[in-house]
């Protein structure tokens, strides 16, 4: 049963590359999420999908693009690099958010 | 923005003590509400729901809710030191909305 799975767990990158961060999910469930959180500020909103083939922007999507490329799989795109973007990443999903959230276990992202 | 606020902490409870874990949000059409414990260095885990006003009780946990003073709180009875976390409170908005918004969360220390 592996719920919620997050590729990769650590992350370096230099400023101004891009990386996409994979996330992918065996619940059936209809929406997912990506969260970023920083100290201080909790959890914040980057984008999320509230089902196949449809995505918003949330509370801090500059800089990050998303696919939602079925219903199992959402990634989140870093095109430039930034060290504003250094964070732990989070991606998420629900069956409805009524319900909660089932987190994956985070992408810990250093840019330098 | 719809906020939800939470006291930062530490708070240090003794062990087999009752922990009051507090939360407010400022929007009156938030219909559900969540709290999630986090360990350090973990994903966050969703320990209670709660939908209506008044009291939900699973184990040692009691979620509190009173929409009136736009207020929830979480109680963790016979405290123990395993109960050491961030604890973070979601609330869903309104209908139609699929994103929870998170407090920043209020770090729990368990003093044996």
């Known amino acids: 049963n592996a719920g919620v799975t997050q590729t990769p767990k650590f992350q370096v990158l230099k400023t101004g590359q891009s990386m996409t961060l994979q996330c992918a999910q065996d619940?059936?469930?209809?929406?997912m999420y990506w969260y970023r959180q920083d100290p201080g500020m909790g959890l914040r909103l980057i984008y999320y999908?509230?089902?196949?083939?449809?995505?918003d922007k949330g509370e801090v999507p500059n800089g990050y693009n998303v696919s939602r490329l079925n219903k199992r799989e959402f990634s989140l795109r870093l095109e430039s690099a930034a060290p504003s973007q250094t964070s732990v990443y989070f991606c998420?999903?629900?069956?409805?958010?009524?319900?909660?959230?089932?987190f994956g276990s985070g992408t810990r992202l250093t840019v330098v | 923005q719809k906020e939800v606020e939470q006291n930062s902490g530490p708070l240090s409870v003794p062990e087999g003590a009752i922990a009051s874990l507090n939360c407010t949000y400022s929007d009156r059409g938030s219909q559900s509400f969540f709290w999630y414990r986090q360990y350090s260095g973990k994903s966050p885990e969703l320990i209670m729901s709660?939908?209506?006003?008044g009291d939900k009780e699973d184990g040692r946990f009691t979620a509190q809710l009173n929409k009136a003073s736009q207020y929830v709180s979480l109680l963790i009875r016979d405290s123990q030191p395993s109960d050491s976390a961030t604890y973070l409170c979601?609330?869903?908005?309104?209908?139609?909305?699929?994103?929870?918004?998170f407090g920043t969360g209020t770090r729990l220390t368990i003093i044996p």
């Open positions: 999908s509230a089902s196949e083939g449809t995505t």
């Open positions: 619940m059936n469930h209809n929406s």
């Open positions: 709660i939908y209506s006003n």
């Open positions: 998420a999903s629900s069956v409805g958010s009524d319900y909660g959230y089932t």
């Open positions: 979601a609330v869903k908005e309104n209908f139609g909305n699929e994103k929870l918004t």
